[in-house]
């Protein structure tokens, strides 16, 4: 027993074989008879699977002809006059409500990454004005010129005799080791 449907993939294998350039050709041989060439005409007579094809599609086409549309329900339009009225009736929502109804109802994805950029502004604002209000300011780490042991480096550099003095304790005491 052949599965369901291995009848088309088997005319879809045999077409494209032969009929590589069918594309779409077959439709319009049933919709737009008078358009189609004489060659796609012949091409379509002849060959086997494209007459199966040509077949398949009038009686899809048959068979939606006979399908009616349902019946709306005769309620339909009474109720949605209803449901209409009574939202003209109701009084519209401010602008403020509706965006804090789509704050705290809409999706949510996109107010993590604004509440978190708006933060970090406040942040740096905030701090920035605090350090101008307070005076603080920052200055390069340099030496003061009037540090003790830059003072003593410095005399120490201009007193030559003291630093042979010391150069001479220290070699002693090196000795004496």
């Given at each position: 027993m052949e599965p369901a449907g291995s009848g088309v993939?088997?005319?879809e294998r045999a077409m494209t074989?032969?009929?590589s350039g069918m594309d779409g050709k077959v439709a319009d041989v049933l919709l737009a008879p008078d358009?189609?060439?004489a060659e796609v005409k012949g091409h379509v007579a002849e060959c086997e699977s494209c007459r199966a094809e040509l077949e398949e599609?009038?009686?899809t086409?048959?068979?939606l002809d006979t399908w009616k549309t349902p019946e709306p329900n005769p309620h339909f339009m009474t109720r949605f006059r209803v449901r209409l009225a009574e939202l003209r009736a109701t009084p519209q929502a401010s602008w403020l409500e509706r965006l804090?109804?789509?704050f705290a109802f809409g999706p949510q994805l996109h107010v993590k990454p604004l509440a978190a950029m708006a933060l970090t502004v406040v942040l740096l604002v905030g701090g920035g004005v605090?350090?101008?209000l307070t005076g603080f300011e920052t200055h390069p780490a340099t030496p003061q010129a009037d540090a003790a042991v830059v003072n003593d480096l410095q005399t120490l550099d201009n007193n030559a005799q003291l630093l042979d003095q010391l150069e001479s304790i220290s070699n002693n005491d090196t000795d004496a080791n």
């Open positions: 993939v088997e005319m074989k032969k009929c358009s189609v060439s599609l009038r009686s086409i048959a068979l804090r109804a789509r605090y350090l101008d």
